[in-house]
């Protein structure tokens, strides 16, 4: 089976790959540049696909960095939130439609290479924040996706029930590496620690039992 991964660098999408290529699948990695002021994920998801062996491709997006509108992920003027995940406080960090843009451009890539399926990380965590992370999204474009082109591709969201710190296990288990991946939204040498991606990686790994070979600590 062939399989197209929507692969950020971070923790979600490296565990992702990790078990995919554990069932005995071949993937293939896709990355986005879209203006994100923690680019350095990508070299995260590089890293990860070397490691791995995987082919790797990055779509360049930055020319929709302005159409993004106001969020703390791509318009610099806006800070990003410390402490844990609120509703209300995360919703600064929402790149409308990134989802959306992203999986269709896979899916693209996934019909034109003749794959089987996309898969992308979206957790349990995430569900009440991000839109584009909710199973009925991925439900709906599913479906979509499959009256897209005469080569059907599914989409694939194993991780939808699961929270991060059942992700971390599944990691550990499978010998993911877990030193190559980049969390911090804020994008400097090292993970700041303080921001809600930090705290939620920290946590994660605190639960599971298994030391973050990171630190991300303040």
Known sequence: MKTVVVLSGG??????????????????????????????????ARAVCAFYGVHHQVADLKML???WGSNSLTDTSVQVPNGHYTEEQMKVTVVPGRNLVFLSIAAAWAMGNKCDSLAYGAHGGDHTIYPDCRPEFATALGNTLALADWHRVSLEHPFASLDKTAIVRIGKKLGAPFHLTWSCYKGGERHCGLCATCVERREAFANAGVPDPLGATP
């Not at 071949?26 to 990508?42: K, T």
Request: aromatic share 6%.
């Open 11 to 44: 923790l979600d999408s490296t565990v992702l790959l990790a078990s995919l290529l554990a069932e005995g699948r071949e993937c293939l990695a896709l990355s986005f540049d879209y203006g994100q002021r923690h680019v350095r994920e990508i070299d995260s």
């Open 65 to 67: 960095t302005p159409l």
